[in-house]
């Protein structure tokens, strides 16, 4: 991941960007700026990741008029660069953990966060061809007076449980992980998904279950009850 000062110092049309915050990014460098006196997010690409700016482009682009995800505001091609709306709120992550958050709250949530998954998925199904987010996690949801996905570069083809079953996971896996409440919170966000789409979710819990093994490579410190619960999930379900 690159120094945001590399940019900043070198690149003229950068140089008097103001940084406010770098965001956690596993891959790239993410940063909250002030670009010519507006607040923008700048997601800079690393060199082996210029296919994935590319398919973050393309998703943004065509969905942000309807749904709720970042605007595209500039794509600067030669930098590996895009420049988006900023959106001031809450990471969904911190607001679920909270132990401040209400369970009401948390229950109101999930309703909305499988809202926001049916009008993505509803959005970019073409004829018999279904593409998901990818990277379904809490942290890459926003929290305003209603919820915004970022981080689109792993967005492909695929099936809608992938993204489900992968946000069960972050769900159960981040800190408070696999409590009473965040197995009641997986149970409410699927049963309210299943009720707005028109495809079925088979086999869901083998689906979650692999997904909480998938999180092992990013949680290696956590393996043993990461592989705990995925048996757990696979055999049991929801019920802890």
Same mark, same amino acid.
Request: glycine residues 2%; aromatic residues 12%; contains cysteine.
């Given at each position: 991941?690159?120094?945001?000062?590399? =940019?900043?110092? !070198?690149?003229?049309?950068?140089?008097? %960007? &103001?940084?406010?915050?770098?965001?956690? &990014?596993?891959?790239?460098?993410? #940063?909250?700026?002030?670009?010519?006196?507006?607040?923008?997010?700048?997601?800079?690409?690393?060199?082996?990741?210029?296919?994935?700016? +590319? %398919?973050?482009?393309?998703?943004?682009?065509?969905? &942000?008029?309807? =749904?709720?995800?970042? $605007?595209? @505001?500039?794509?600067?091609?030669?930098?590996?660069?895009?420049?988006? !709306?900023?959106?001031?709120?809450? !990471?969904?992550?911190?607001?679920?953990?909270?132990? *401040? %958050? $209400?369970?009401?709250?948390?229950?109101?949530?999930?309703?909305?966060? #499988? +809202?926001?998954?049916?009008?993505?998925? /509803?959005?970019?199904?073409?004829?018999?061809?279904?593409?998901?987010?990818?990277?379904?996690?809490?942290?890459?949801?926003?929290? $305003?007076?209603?919820?915004?996905?970022?981080?689109?570069?792993? /967005?492909?083809?695929? %099936?809608?449980?992938?993204?489900? #079953?992968?946000? @069960?996971? &972050?769900?159960?896996?981040?800190?408070?992980?696999?409590?009473?409440?965040?197995?009641?919170? @997986?149970?409410?966000?699927?049963?309210?998904?299943?009720?707005?789409?028109?495809?079925?979710?088979?086999?869901?819990?083998?689906?979650?279950?692999? #997904?909480?093994?998938?999180?092992?490579?990013?949680?290696? !410190?956590?393996?043993? =009850?990461?592989?705990?619960? /995925?048996?757990?999930?696979? *055999?049991?379900?929801?019920?802890?």
């Amino acid at each position: 991941m690159k120094n945001i000062d590399e =940019l900043v110092n !070198n690149v003229e049309k950068y140089k008097k %960007t &103001s940084v406010q915050q770098i965001f956690k &990014s596993k891959k790239n460098t993410v #940063a909250y700026v002030i670009l010519e006196n507006k607040p923008r997010l700048l997601k800079w690409f690393a060199p082996g990741f210029i296919k994935q700016m +590319e %398919t973050e482009y393309k998703f943004l682009k065509e969905g &942000s008029p309807t =749904l709720n995800i970042p $605007t595209i @505001c500039e794509k600067d091609e030669n930098n590996h660069i895009l420049i988006m !709306n900023y959106i001031l709120g809450e !990471n969904l992550c911190d607001v679920i953990n909270n132990e *401040k %958050t $209400t369970f009401s709250e948390k229950k109101r949530l999930m309703f909305l966060l #499988a +809202e926001w998954f049916q009008k993505f998925h /509803s959005y970019f199904r073409k004829e018999d061809t279904l593409y998901i987010r990818g990277d379904s996690i809490l942290r890459n949801f926003i929290l $305003t007076d209603r919820i915004w996905g970022v981080d689109f570069e792993e /967005s492909r083809k695929g %099936t809608p449980i992938e993204d489900i #079953a992968s946000m @069960c996971s &972050s769900i159960l896996s981040t800190d408070p992980m696999f409590t009473n409440d965040k197995f009641q919170l @997986c149970e409410i966000f699927v049963k309210s998904y299943i009720k707005l789409v028109n495809w079925n979710l088979n086999n869901i819990w083998k689906d979650v279950s692999y #997904a909480l093994l998938e999180r092992i490579q990013w949680r290696p !410190n956590d393996e043993k =009850l990461l592989r705990e619960y /995925s048996n757990k999930i696979l *055999k049991r379900g929801f019920q802890k």
